[in-house]
Nanobody
Framework: QVQLVESGGGLVQAGGSLRLSCAAS????????MGWFRQAPGQARVFVAN???????YYADSVKGRFTMSRDNAKNTVYLQMNSLKPEDTAVYYC????????????WGQGTQVTVSS
């Protein structure tokens, strides 16, 4: 069982930066692929980025070059550094975990709100 708790959301002006954190419980954190997703009002939840246990990262085209995902296995925490934020980045951001071998994301956090003003 893995429990995830996001933090770091808030209100920022366009062009600004925020760093989201996701703290995970469980001894096997380092073996999981961790992901960030977001859901804007009235829209479906969509993939933002993920990081495998190896440290390999993958990003959605909409955030590539602006967002950076990282992990600190010693702290059981993943981060999402968001730069050059745009109003269209406004959403609730969710952290999720799945087995490194693939499949669905089985564990989800409660989400943290990010609002980017124009």
């Amino acid at each position: 069982q893995v429990q995830l708790v996001e933090s770091g959301g808030g209100l920022v002006q366009a062009g600004g930066s925020l760093r989201l954190s996701c703290a995970a419980s469980g001894r096997t954190f380092s073996t999981y692929t961790m992901g960030w997703f977001r859901q804007a009002p009235g829209q479906a939840r969509v993939f933002v980025a993920n990081i495998k246990s190896s440290g390999y990262t993958y990003y959605a085209d909409s955030v590539k070059g602006r967002f950076t995902m990282s992990r600190d296995n010693a702290k059981n925490t993943v981060y999402l550094q968001m730069n050059s934020l745009k109003p269209e980045d406004t959403a609730v951001y969710y952290c999720a975990a799945r087995q490194d071998s693939g499949g669905t994301y089985d564990y989800w956090g409660q989400g943290t709100q990010v609002t980017v003003s124009s």
